[in-house]
């Protein structure tokens, strides 16, 4: 299965995720920045609440595609074993600090002042785009956990099928609508896979908190 974008891709998932609909204690967490706008159709669907979660990504130097590990609010760091070898503790520093320094950023510029959502005793489900190598994923469950929800799902329209497999033993639940095998990368299976702009997750987490203050008032 491929989708025309991101947007219909959140839609698609959303269907999946159907059985969490019009519960009050279900909150939707996006991975900023490409989970955003699949997110953003789930929690509308859902009539949920919609909030970032901001993980970085601690990609190989020269190819920040491939992820040797990730790292998450509330200092969670995941990192692969395999992956990092032969990599020096000062290269390997060198990244996660920088890559804090984003992800501070991003917290910043996407929630203001705005404290984040409190998960302890909810049922949260946590959204991106789709599943390569999970660790961005796996960055935020790790990170999650700490905070005590009453339910960990992860959806996402599309995944590796080993990831995904890997994640159920991980999250609650996994919600994965399409595991095409090969798989190759996440962006095969959408037909527009533009990055999206900060300008963009901005704008719909505003219109989500609109759309969700109206529909409870």
């Known amino acids: 299965m491929s989708y025309r974008d991101r947007r219909e891709a959140g839609r698609v998932l959303a269907g999946r995720l159907s059985h969490y609909k019009g519960r009050s204690d279900v909150l939707v967490l996006a991975l900023p920045r490409g989970g955003v706008p699949v997110a953003f159709e789930v929690a509308h669907a859902l009539a949920a609440p919609l909030d970032v979660f901001v993980v970085r990504k601690l990609g190989y130097p020269g190819h920040e595609e491939y992820a040797m590990g990730a790292i998450a609010s509330g200092g969670v760091q995941v990192l692969n ?20 320094a984003e992800l501070a950023r991003r917290e910043a510029l996407y929630r203001g002042d705005k404290p984040p959502a409190d998960v302890q005793g909810r049922t ?48 609650d639940e996994v919600v994965c609508p399409s595991s095409p095998d090969p798989f190759r990368a996440v962006g095969l299976w959408y037909h527009h896979f533009a990055q999206t702009s900060d300008e963009e997750v901005r704008e719909l987490l505003a219109e989500a908190q609109r759309e969700h203050e109206s529909s409870v008032h």
Request: glycine letters at 8%; charged letters at 25%.
């Open 81 to 100: 074993p395999f992956a990092i070898d032969g990599f020096s503790e000062l290269q390997l520093k060198s990244i996660v600090l920088r890559e804090r």
């Open 124 to 171: 949260v489900i946590v959204v991106d785009d789709g599943l390569a190598t999970g660790a961005t994923m796996r960055a935020a469950v790790a990170a999650l956990r700490q905070r005590a929800p009453a339910r960990l799902v992860v959806g996402v329209p599309v995944g590796a099928e080993d990831t995904c497999r890997q994640l159920q033993d991980e999250a």
